[in-house]
């Protein structure tokens, strides 16, 4: 709350908020900031779907294990053509996004520049931090993870372990 106190928005949506955070977001936009909590433990379907005007529009969500021999041709083709990768990964929900599930890939295609998103470990930061830092190939950015960031020096502390060099804004 403390980081978007100051920027503009609508709203925000979390899985929780402090009473602090609360009293900071309900200041915002003479009190007519959208504030909505979000079930942390919801699981979406596999394909989504929505209507416009007519129109269905489908898409699958990502479910697949980063790490699946059957995706290492993509991820050949990526390190021979120098394309980078972004992945999303740490959600403790989900074990197909594991930031271990990451170790194989950049240990055999150590030419591939992959991205890890939210940090390399979204909600689980302390494992990602545990393993991923030392492989070269490997950086992070920083989408959608300073709302769920509890403090400035807790951010620090993930800057520094990735070195600030391999962190995208």
Not at 15 to 29: F, N, V
Not at 125 to 130: C, F, P, T, V, Y
Request: proline residues 5%.
């Amino acid at each position: 709350a403390k980081l978007i106190k100051r920027e503009v928005s609508d709203g925000v949506i979390a899985p929780g908020y402090t009473d602090e955070a609360l009293a900071i977001l309900k200041s915002k936009r003479k009190g007519n900031y959208n504030i909505v909590k979000i079930d942390p433990d919801y699981v979406p379907e596999v394909v989504e779907t929505k209507q416009v005007f007519g129109i269905t529009f489908e898409q699958g969500r990502n479910n697949f294990k980063i790490d699946e021999e059957r995706y290492f041709p993509i991820y050949e083709l990526c390190e021979k053509h120098k394309l980078p990768i972004l992945m999303h990964t740490g959600d403790y929900r989900y074990d197909y996004s594991n930031p271990n599930r990451l170790l194989p890939i950049l240990e055999t295609y150590t030419n591939l520049k992959v991205i890890g998103a939210h940090f390399g470990g979204y909600s689980i930061w302390d494992e990602a931090i545990k393993v991923l830092p030392k492989h070269e190939n490997f950086y992070v950015d920083c989408s959608s993870s300073f709302p769920f960031i509890k403090d400035k020096q807790r951010a620090v502390e993930l800057i520094n372990a990735y070195g600030e060099d391999r962190v995208l804004f």
